[in-house]
Each structure stands twice: as structure tokens, then as C-alpha cells.
T-cell receptor, first 112, second 113 residues
Framework: ETGVTQSPTHLIKTRGQQVTLRCSSQ?????VSWYQQALGQGPQFIFQ???????GRGNFPPRFSGLQFPNYSSELNVNALELDDSALYLC???????????FGAGSRLTVL | GENVEQHPSTLSVQEGDSAVIKCTYS??????FPWYKQELGKRPQLIID?????GEKKDQRIAVTLNKTAKHFSLHITETQPEDSAVYFC????????????FGAGTQVVVTP
């Protein structure tokens, strides 16, 4: 059984650029949730994908968007990057209806 | 929406002492309360969880208590060890919001030998 994997692990972008982060869910998990963790803060829920559709969204602007693929893997896209987008982006997978999250190691984004 | 407050933000304890972290939540629909441990540079790891139909749950040196009436829950670590040093997060969610958690801001626990 494989865990949740994320790529890239680290990346640096400049303001105004766009970024795509990727996540492969744990084997058997069909739901992916994305969280943003700023330095010294708890994870903040961005959105969740289930059956290839967005299934709930936190308080994040539309420039944060995502996709889920038939194999349950997911992407997080952020357009028009701002300095405050610098954070650790965590992907977590679960089985639909179950509340136990399995987190990936995260992608650390730095926006200069 | 749900709001979870966590206290204290930092906690220093001597090895062998107990540590207690407290969280409060606002949404009456919340019924699942996990606790995560995050070591520096690592992913959050689930250490214990409790559901609203239970008042207390214990797993070796770790226990969690839930007071639904007061809307607060607590993590208790007994006989602390240096490897317990980490950031601990509480979280809350409701059944119809599976996978969508509101996290507390975290507690940095430092266990000194």
C-alpha cells in the first residue's frame, strides 16, 4: 500500500506567476483535500475533490483551482501568485464518507 | 462556519511530566475531533481521535477528552519523553463535511530532559 505523494517538494516562484502542485492519493482513497499551512499556523482547508469534481471549498479566492483525475490523483493550481501564497501546501486523501485523513509530505512554495 | 481555538501556543514540560492542550470549537454539528502531531519539516500524523458519542479515549500515554456541552476537547500526554517534542494540532469536522477540517493554530510542545 502506497501513501500520499506530492510533487514538487520545494519550489520558488515570483509574484504574478502560476504554479501547479501534484498529489497522488493513497491506494484505495478516492477523495483528495488540499490544505495551505502558513509558517507557524495550522492547515487551512482550500478545497476537496471527489468523483473528479470540487466537493467543498474553504475561504480561498478563485485563483486557487484544482483538478482530480480518474485515478484519483489531483492538482492544485494557483494563478497570479502573491507573496502571501508562500506556504506549505498539503494534500490529504481519504475514502469518501470517512474522516481519517492521510497527509502527504507537502510542497513548500516560496513566492518572491 | 467552524472555528477552532487552541491553547496554549507553546508548552514547555520536563521529561516525565504531563502535558495538556485544550481546544474549543463553535459548530454544534462537529462530531469528529482528531489530533495531529507534526515534527519539524514532516507531514502531520494522526495520533488519536475521538467521536462525539464518546467522552474519553486513551492510547498508551495519550488520551483525549471531549465535553460536547461546553464544546471543548483536550489532549493529555502523560510521562512525556523528548520524542514527544513537536507541534500538535487539534481539528474538528462534521459527518457531512468528511475530509474538511478546521484546524487549531497549533501548540509547540518542548520536552526538556
Amino acid at each position: 500500500e502506497t501513501g500520499v505523494t506530492q510533487s514538487p517538494t520545494h519550489l520558488i516562484k515570483t509574484r504574478g506567476q502560476q504554479v501547479t502542485l501534484r498529489c497522488s492519493s493513497q491506494s484505495g482513497h478516492n477523495t483528495v483535500s488540499w490544505y495551505q499551512q502558513a509558517l507557524g499556523q495550522g492547515p487551512q482547508f482550500i478545497f476537496q475533490y471527489y468523483r473528479e469534481e470540487e466537493n467543498g471549498r474553504g475561504n480561498f479566492p478563485p485563483r486557487f483551482s484544482g483538478l482530480q483525475f480518474p485515478n484519483y490523483s489531483s492538482e492544485l493550481n494557483v494563478n497570479a501568485l502573491e507573496l502571501d501564497d508562500s506556504a506549505l501546501y498539503l494534500c490529504a486523501s481519504t475514502l469518501s464518507g470517512a474522516n481519517v485523513l492521510t497527509f502527504g509530505a507537502g510542497s513548500r512554495l516560496t513566492v518572491l | 462556519g467552524e472555528n477552532v481555538e487552541q491553547h496554549p501556543s507553546t508548552l514547555s514540560v520536563q521529561e516525565g511530566d504531563s502535558a495538556v492542550i485544550k481546544c474549543t470549537y463553535s459548530d454544534s454539528a462537529s462530531n469528529y475531533f482528531p489530533w495531529y502531531k507534526q515534527e519539524l519539516g514532516k507531514r502531520p500524523q494522526l495520533i488519536i481521535d475521538i467521536r462525539s458519542n464518546v467522552g474519553e479515549k486513551k492510547d498508551q500515554r495519550i488520551a483525549v477528552t471531549l465535553n460536547k456541552t461546553a464544546k471543548h476537547f483536550s489532549l493529555h500526554i502523560t510521562e512525556t519523553q523528548p520524542e514527544d517534542s513537536a507541534v500538535y494540532f487539534c481539528a474538528a469536522s462534521a459527518t457531512d463535511s468528511w475530509g474538511k477540517f478546521q484546524f487549531g493554530a497549533g501548540t509547540q510542545v518542548v520536552v526538556t530532559p
